[in-house]
Structures are given as structure tokens and as C-alpha cells.
């Protein structure tokens, strides 16, 4: 009798809390099914069709369009003149008009339909030249086509390893050794294989993307809604060359940039084959492919903290990081979120956002989002940027002290000590002034 009046009490309150969570939608405007509740907090679960990157293809009057901008009717007028610069732009960088722009997206759209309707019925995927890469030519200035000669054979090579990857088997047979000699054990061989930084997190379920965005928002996966549950998420990184670094926002920003994003998707693809070998699936979450947004995903690690300039900055290399991810239910041991003073010394410093040439860096305070403490941040203006200095800009990269390297004396104080941030900024201004630029082009041929 116990156990029913329980069971009963139970369901009661499950049906509370699933009448109070449609209350939070239909009235306070909080998607439902976008939504998680983790403790008593509403978490907002990533979608990766909100990336701008996402929204830049979308083309007016077609389904995925008009359903994006019902859904998000405030980004419509920012998006119309973020797409009408990006076709500008590319339409300069590949010598064509802006109308061919269009109407070759609008090609590339038709066969993107026709190609997502075969590979639903065979299996068969896309050839490339039904992709963005295929459609448009390469680019034709001296410094593009230096840029391209350098990273993309590593992206290819990238690629490659992660075709290889997704034909490998998982063992049959089960390695057990625990979670705390597992995890150094994994930590290890991702050194080896050249990650700068490694950490663990708890994959939770708000932390992963609903839904595909693909490719400029064209692929013929947007909205496919991603299944990926596993229990934890290996975290690595890779540091970016400082010297590359401190010449953004010139080409040499994106070689660097664009290096460490293919260092990343090595790393994880043979440290993701190595999980396998041991008895364990084990799915990529890198540049081939992500499964979720890998900012709030390696402060969760504990590989730093989240910055004013709405990325992690750890105390050794700043915000000069890529990162990507091998998911798995491999027993780990977790690892915590780091709390180094970061919130303190950017509520003082502020120079990622004084640099920033698009003003895409807030200079208000930080907010708690999905339990992670943030600072606004306007993609647009900051994706614009990328569109006219034909880079990934970076110019923030630069301007981070921790980016040029602090005094570990003074930043394990910060927390405690406010005289230390003082001082950390002191010298900054007085080594680096309003930031590090070397005008000197890294010579490429």
C-alpha cells in the first residue's frame, strides 16, 4: 500500500512539473522542447541552427527560412545586412558579381533538396560539387592562395582520418584497469598524440546541440535533430602560434587558426580509435563535425574560464586555443570547472573589447548562462568583421594579456587578491600598450 501511495505521489509530481514547464512556454515564451531542467534550473539546450554561420545561407522564401525567422523574428534585419555584406565580399573574393552569388546558392539549395532526397532513400551521400566548396571557385588574390596552400592538406588529411575513423569497429573486448588509472592513462595518450591541454566533463544533456545546422545553413543535414549520449566528453586543446596570433587580423590569424582546428580533429580521431581498441564507442565532436558548442564544453573540463570575449581563456596560452572533443562512456573520473579570478580581472581589464574593431565585445557585467558566468556578445557584428578583413580577425586573441603570457605569482593570487589583477594589468599595458601587432607579414608564397 506503501509503495502505491509513493508511486501515486510520484507521477502527481511529475505532472506538476510538466504542467508548470508549459506554463514556462506558452506564457514566458521558453521553447519546451529546447529546454532541459537540471536541478530546479531551466538550462536552454544549444541549437546549432542559431550559429550565425548557420543563418548566413538561408535564402528568403524557402521552408527553412521562413520557419527560422518565425522562430527568431528579432535576427531577421541584423541577418538581411550580415548576408548582404557576406555576398558582397564573397562575390569580391572570387571575382564574380553578388547576383551570381545568389543564384549559385540558389543552384546549390535545388541540388542540396534533390541530394538529401536520394541519400534518405539509398544512403548515398553527396559528391563535392553539390557542396559550398565545389560551387565556387577558388580564390584568386596572391595572399588567398597562399593561405589555402597552407592548411588545406591538413584539413583534407583531417578529413581523411575521420572517414577512416567511422569505418573502425569497437573491440569485443572490454579493457578495465578503473576510472581514476583510465583517465590518466587517457590524458596521457592525448598528450602524445600533441594536445596542449586535456580535461574531462560530464556530457549533460543541455550541453549538446538539438539540431543540425550544417553548412551556411544549406546542408542536406539542417535540421536533422543529433542524438549523441554518451556520459563524458574528453576535452582537448590546442594552443595557436603567438606570433601568428599577433599579426590578426591578417591572413595569418586564419593559417593559424585553421592549423590547430585540423590539430584538434587528429588528436581526437586517434585518440577516439585508441577508446575504441579498449572496448568502448567512441564519437568525434570536432571542426569535421561538431555535436556541441565546445566553449561552455571545455570550461566544464576545467581548461579555463569564459572570458569578456566569449571564449575560454586558460592561464597559460589565454584564448589562443581550439578545442574539440572525443565523446565516449568510457569510465572517467571528472574533472571540475576552474574558477581562477577570470569574471574579476575582465571586470577591469576590458581590452579584448576596447580592441575590438566591430564593437562585438560587451563592456556591461556577466551573466549566469546554463550555470556557466558569460558576457553578451554580438556575432553579428562580430561575423561582419571576419567578411570585411577577409580573416578570422583574432584582433581579441591579441589583446588578451593571459594570451601574451602573466606572471604565474600574480595569477594564482587573483582570486584572492585584487592588488595582483592590478597588477597583472600594469604590466601588460606597459610591455604590450593597447596590444601586440607585428605589421610584418609572415612571409607565405
Known sequence: MENLIFLLIQRYLIRLRETIWHIYNDYLGIDFHRCILIEGVIMKRFDERDLVVSRIGLTENSKKYENFYTRHPELLDSDRKTRELAMKVVAKNFGVTPEKVKKRLKKLVIMQKIMGSITRLTGIKAPSKFSIEGIMPPEKTREGIAKYKLFAPAIAAAFSINKALGKSKVSKDKVDIGPEKMTLLIKKIASLYGADLVGVAEFKKHQRYSHRGDKLGIGIEYGKPIDASYKYAIVVGAAMDKDMVNRAPKKEIMISSM??????????????????????????????????????????????????????????????VRFAAVLTDLPLVVDKPVDFGMVEICAKCGKCARNCPAKAISFGEPSKINGLMQWEHDENKCFEMWMKVGSDCGVCLSSCPFSQGVDQALSTKMKQDETAIDQIISQDNEEHGKRVFLKEGWPVK
Open 259 to 320: 592549423l590547430e582546428y585540423s590539430q584538434t580533429t587528429f588528436i581526437t580521431e586517434q585518440l577516439a580509435s585508441y577508446v575504441k581498441s579498449l572496448g568502448y564507442d567512441a564519437l568525434t565532436d570536432n571542426f569535421v563535425k561538431y555535436y556541441s558548442p565546445m566553449t561552455p564544453l571545455a570550461a566544464e573540463a576545467g581548461l579555463g574560464q569564459i572570458g569578456r570575449c566569449n571564449m575560454v581563456v586558460n592561464e597559460n596560452f589565454g584564448n589562443r
